[in-house]
């Protein structure tokens, strides 16, 4: 089967021409007027700077920001600049998300805001590092980690920015790995219910399962999470040498990344333009799906990379965890955990409720581990433990 790239009905498209022309476009963006922020005070928007487009900046200028670059989107052993890491995959959800909600008349700086935010607080090594990490905090402090609730915490706790609630609920609710056929936005407008939101997500294992976006920008940033990976894991894969492009079934949204981002794009303004849903039709949904399942099947479970990060992230996280805890407990000022962590935060000088060192010991080496980058924790793994056997085999270029 050739190449299939699916267009707008030419009912559909005539009707947003028309709409455009007579100025009677769906109102159903979320306003700027409503934003919900903790302080009230601060951050009031200008005509230069809207709302969101300060927690755009606030983001954007996060000191974790940069670390995105050196983060495992799928693929950590690699040294190859070709293979996506979590810096590439943000932008490509911020421009997929936008290029819907604009079509839907949504509020485009919101969604960019939540796009840009939502891995923020990612661990190192991709979604194996965010398991390795949940177990540990789960053993030490009885908490889970999550790392879209631990986004929130970066952009919330860790620099208290007073991003506005809006934004901060799509980041929570953004993930990815759960599909639907439609995403109906739930009305959240107080901080307390927010708030004991991320508090059942450190207490239950599935809590985040629970979360829903308030707003339909952050609906139609939840399923352009999954349109931006979908395609583009098995681009990589290929590169890795995971798998080829013939391993993976044609269907209606196409088996290639162009289509598969098009074709999902298309069906979803076809299916939701001046609905207060965002919807797929059943076909495109089931194809949607069962990509997913080719996915893991072929790419995320693929025992050759699960036996690397079990046979020597896992312990290595361990190990570090264990040892910056003790450096913690016991006051070793000379240790990273003072000196490159706690010491980084403060530099940020914003007012919090508490002196960031006075956080829950635990939560700290957490944060930590979380901020750092695959080349980040590994180089300070031999720090620490500079005799240590263990070490990672990187596949170049030309290897």
Do not use: W
Request: with cysteine.
């Amino acid at each position: 089967m050739g190449l299939n790239y699916e267009k707008l009905s030419t009912e559909v498209t005539q009707r947003i021409e028309a709409d455009r022309r007579n100025g009677t476009l769906p109102q159903v963006a979320f306003s700027n007027t409503d934003v919900h922020r903790r302080n009230t005070e601060r951050d009031k928007a200008t005509l230069i700077r809207p709302p969101f487009v300060r927690d755009i900046d606030k983001i954007i200028n996060c000191p974790y920001y940069n670390r995105y670059a050196d983060k495992t989107q799928v693929f950590s052993f690699y040294k190859n600049d070709d293979i996506s890491r979590r810096g590439l995959h943000v932008q490509l959800v911020s421009r997929i998300a936008r290029t819907i909600g604009s079509v839907l008349n949504l509020n485009l700086d919101l969604i960019e805001a939540i796009a840009l935010g939502h891995d923020i607080g990612h661990t190192p090594f991709g979604h194996a590092g965010e398991a390795f990490l949940d177990a540990l905090f789960m053993e030490h402090a009885g908490k889970h980690f999550r790392h879209n609730i631990h986004s929130v915490r970066v952009l919330d706790g860790v620099f208290p920015y007073n991003i506005s609630l809006e934004t901060l609920n799509g980041i929570a609710a953004h993930d990815g790995e759960m599909e639907l056929s439609e995403y109906h936005p739930k009305p959240l407008t107080d901080f307390a219910d927010f708030d004991s939101q991320m508090e059942s997500c450190y207490k239950e294992k599935d809590g985040y399962k629970k979360l829903v976006p308030c707003t339909l920008e952050g609906c139609v940033m939840r399923i352009s999470d999954i349109i931006a990976y979908l395609g583009k894991d098995r681009q990589d894969a290929q590169l890795a040498k995971i798998c080829s492009s013939q391993e993976f079934e044609d269907s209606t949204i196409g088996k290639y990344n162009a289509e598969i981002i098009n074709n999902l794009i298309v069906n979803i303004i076809e299916n939701s333009y001046g609905k207060d849903y965002i919807q797929m039709d059943a076909e495109h949904f089931e194809a949607l799906q069962k990509a997913k399942t080719e996915n893991y099947a072929r790419i995320y479970k693929n025992d050759k990379v699960q036996k690397i990060y079990e046979e020597t992230i896992q312990p290595m996280m361990e190990e570090t965890y264990n040892k910056l805890l003790s450096d913690l407990k016991n006051g070793k000022k000379d240790s990273p955990i003072f000196t490159q962590h706690i010491a980084y935060v403060n530099r940020a000088h914003y007012k919090r409720p508490m002196p960031y060192e006075e956080n829950e010991q635990n939560q700290i080496v957490v944060d930590y581990i979380a901020s750092m980058t695959d080349d980040y924790f590994v180089d300070l793994y031999h720090h620490l433990f500079p005799k240590s056997t263990r070490n990672i085999q990187y596949k170049g270029y030309f290897d």
